[in-house]
């Protein structure tokens, strides 16, 4: 765990306001999503996208 990277945060933010119907609380899926949506060269930065992605979708159920 720890502080995540602002350009991390601002990709997933980006992405989320383009194309929130496209995400869904599941990791995996989201990982799918990112790989067919976005070009993102790199397997460990896209998977951190996914994951905060994940996490923002996860917290807006809940609150």
Do not use: C, W
């Not at 995540?4 to 990709?11: A, H």
């Not at 992405?15 to 496209?22: D, F, G, S, Y």
């Not at 998977?47 to 159920?61: F, L, S």
């Amino acid at each position: 765990m720890g502080i995540k990277p602002s350009y991390i945060k601002n990709l997933g933010t980006e992405l989320l306001t383009k194309q929130r119907e496209h995400f869904t609380n599941n990791f995996d899926e989201n990982k799918q999503q990112l790989g067919s949506s976005a070009i993102i060269g790199s397997k460990r930065v896209r998977n951190r996208v996914a994951g905060y992605i994940t996490r923002k979708m996860n917290t807006k159920k809940h609150s």
